[in-house]
């Protein structure tokens, strides 16, 4: 089975602009998060979906929204872009929702650069 | 509040030696810990994870021991091979599957 799988692989914009950043489950899986990795740091959670609803949400601006699809799939977007906002985003997916032990599977992430 | 730390940052090991990375966590309600290896231009790749009703739980070559008194998570590698070089990452489950991420500690293996 085909891993979780995140598109596009890099990515440059400037600040200002927009940025749209996908990601496809691992089959089966129902719940799918998104990550902020800067460089040198560990991941910092965004968001968690699952069936198609917000369930978690990090401590990151407005600017940054998300959504799931009837399929799992999911997108992250990013408002008026800051320099800042230069990182790798990291999708992960698990079945689904629950308490604990969950485990969550990364796919290879996007690399945004903002310039 | 909610972090995850680890002691070392970087932890260079002779193949073949044992390694240990150690991790400490502050939210004494965490009860699922998992650890991560990251290698360069990669997403993290789930290495084993833990319970908080265990204190030890083995894998292969890799062992994870929690001690919930001190709040203290490590990993242990036996037998350490140059493919284990990578970022090791610590984390913790909170609310339905947020995960807390400590820092990392780059794991060097010196053939």
């Known amino acids: 089975d085909a891993g979780v799988t995140q598109s596009p692989t890099h990515l440059i914009k400037t600040r200002g602009q927009h940025v749209t950043l996908r990601c496809s489950p691992i089959s089966g899986h129902k719940s799918v998060s998104w990550y902020q990795q800067v460089l040198g740091q560990g991941p910092q959670f965004i968001f968690q979906?699952?069936?198609?609803?917000?369930?978690g949400r990090g401590n990151f601006p407005d600017r940054f929204s998300a959504r799931q699809f009837p399929n799992y799939s999911s997108e992250l977007n990013v408002n008026a872009l800051l320099l800042g906002d230069s990182a790798l985003y990291l999708c992960a997916s698990s079945r689904g929702l629950a308490t604990y032990q969950e485990t969550q599977y990364f796919g290879p992430g996007t690399r945004l650069l903002v310039l | 509040g909610e972090s995850v730390g680890l002691h070392l940052p970087t932890l260079s090991v002779q193949e073949g030696d044992n390694s240990i990375i150690n991790c400490a966590y502050s939210n004494s309600a965490s009860d699922y810990f998992i650890w991560y290896k990251q290698e360069s231009g990669k997403g993290p790749q789930f290495i084993i994870d833990?319970?908080?009703?265990?204190d030890k739980r083995q894998g292969q070559r890799v062992t994870v021991l929690l001690n919930k008194t001190v709040k203290h998570l490590s990993l242990q590698i036996a037998a350490t091979q140059p493919g284990d070089s990578a970022v090791y990452f610590c984390a913790e489950n909170l609310y339905g599957n947020k995960l807390v991420f400590g820092a990392g500690t780059i794991l060097r293996v010196k053939s």
């Open positions: 833990i319970r908080s009703n265990m």
């Open positions: 979906y699952y069936e198609k609803e917000e369930r």
